[in-house]
């Protein structure tokens, strides 16, 4: 009988790859920013692009702006590990997937680049046999509702990629994200789901 030979990855080294992969791909590696942000919107950091929301805004320049955690312009394009605290899914924590410290492993554009080049980002870096090598289980996209429509762009992204991509529709709560305090950029997200263990 074969025996299933299964390779484990400890957290830094995702985190060296993780890294690795955008600086390959142009990204300035931005350190990650305190708990206690200075955004008072917020009480602790709940996010990785918490650091970032003064460029998504517009109230900073990324090409021109000094950044605090680098000492240098992040330019137009970031990636960063970020320490984080959440607590609206406090009732949750325990579970498989809800924990109210951890980190974010997040890639930022700031003009650059967007849906496309991100989803294309994420899955190379998920398969590839020279960074994860892992096989995506599902994606999910946002279904719509209301008062918002449905991601259809997303999944056709992801469907022009893999033909074969299982893809979900998920309600509001699943794949909307944001905003991190009572203001800010927020939107509709695509999640990729990865079953490492059997």
Request: charged share 25%; proline share 6%; aromatic share 12%.
């Amino acid at each position: 009988m074969e025996k299933a030979l299964i390779l484990f990855m400890n957290s830094k080294d995702i985190r060296e790859k993780f890294l690795s992969f955008f600086r390959e791909h142009g990204h300035t590696i931005v350190p990650s920013s305190s708990l206690i942000p200075d955004d008072p919107s917020v009480l602790l950091t709940t996010a990785g692009m918490q650091q970032f929301k003064p460029y998504y805004t517009g109230q900073l320049n990324p090409e021109t702006t000094i950044h605090p955690n680098l000492g240098k312009p992040v330019g137009k394009n970031a990636a960063s590990v970020q320490k984080s605290f959440r607590t609206s899914d406090i009732d949750e924590v325990g579970d498989e997937s809800h924990l109210t410290f951890f980190e974010m492993l997040g890639n930022f554009s700031f003009g650059d680049y967007f849906k496309e080049d991100a989803i294309k980002y994420a899955y190379e870096f998920i398969t590839s046999p020279k960074w994860m090598n892992l096989k995506i289980d599902y994606v999910s996209v946002f279904a719509g509702d209301t008062d918002i429509p449905a991601d259809e762009e997303s999944e056709k992204i992801w469907r022009s990629i893999d033909g074969k991509m299982k893809i979900e529709r998920a309600a509001l709560e699943d794949n909307f994200w944001g905003p991190t305090g009572a203001e800010g950029p927020c939107g509709h997200t695509t999640e990729i789901y990865v079953r490492c263990v059997e």
